[in-house]
């Protein structure tokens, strides 16, 4: 079965920096990238995603790519602000609708 | 519009006993999927419908769970007998079309405990 790797699970970062994700996969037929976001609880809220026929996609300061030869995609935020501080998770989904999770990211955004 | 409504939020019950959660789909939204939150696994795939159909149910743990879709806008997960392994947090989400290449969206969650 798929397998998804999420790096690093926590991140600390100062008001105003970038903070990057990064999630690696193992199945090629992988064709769908989605980050949520979950705050404490709620459910997980799509922030961006990513398919598998483009290599970047932009949404203000949320950014995502993805390198399909290299089976890895990354989640970049800049000019973080203390309300980006939550837990994201990379997800993969093949076109049989299987979805796989990473195990998340803690992201600490300090003021 | 509302979301994925799920309930009820929270459950408290005594190991052996059956447990019903429920959720109602986003309107229009045909794929719908179970999900399980713990610390130790992270969030797993337990079960997915499309068009009220289950289309793989290799993530459900074992015969004690079972999951139904009887319409479009209702779907229950059941777990019988209950044990404290169990405890979790499940969802439920939705989206349109088919499930491989579309945003899910997801409910608040059911916070379950078993004692």
């Known amino acids: 079965g798929e397998n998804v790797e999420q790096h690093p699970s926590t991140l600390s970062v100062q008001e105003g920096d970038s903070a990057v994700i990064k999630c690696t996969y193992s199945?090629?037929?992988?064709?769908?990238f989605p980050w949520y976001k979950q705050e404490l609880g709620k459910g997980p809220q799509l922030i961006i995603d990513?398919?598998?026929?483009?290599g970047e996609k932009k949404d203000q300061r949320i950014a995502v790519t993805l390198n399909k030869t290299a089976k890895h995609f990354s989640l970049h935020i800049t000019e973080t602000q203390p309300e980006d501080s939550a837990v994201y998770f990379c997800?993969?989904?093949?076109?049989?609708?299987?979805?796989?999770f990473g195990d998340g990211t803690t992201l600490t955004v300090k003021p | 519009d509302a979301g994925v409504i799920q309930s009820p939020r929270h459950e408290v019950t005594e190991m052996g006993q059956e447990v019903t959660l429920r959720c109602k789909p986003i309107?229009?939204?045909?794929?719908l999927f179970w999900y399980r939150q713990t610390m130790m696994r992270g969030l797993e795939l337990l079960i997915y419908?499309?068009?009220?159909?289950?289309?793989?149910d290799s993530g459900m743990p074992e015969d004690r769970f079972s999951a139904k879709m009887p319409n479009a806008s209702f779907s229950t997960l059941k777990i019988q007998p209950s044990e404290p392994r169990d405890s979790a947090v499940y969802f439920c989400?939705?989206?349109?079309?088919?499930?491989?290449?579309?945003?899910?969206?997801f409910g608040d969650g059911t916070r379950l405990s078993i004692l």
């Open positions: 989400a939705s989206s349109i079309g088919q499930a491989g290449n579309q945003p899910q969206h």
């Open positions: 199945d090629s037929a992988s064709n769908y």
């Open positions: 990513i398919r598998s026929n483009v």
């Open positions: 997800a993969v989904l093949t076109n049989a609708g299987k979805s796989t």
């Open positions: 309107s229009g939204h045909n794929s």
């Open positions: 419908f499309n068009n009220n159909v289950p289309i793989d």
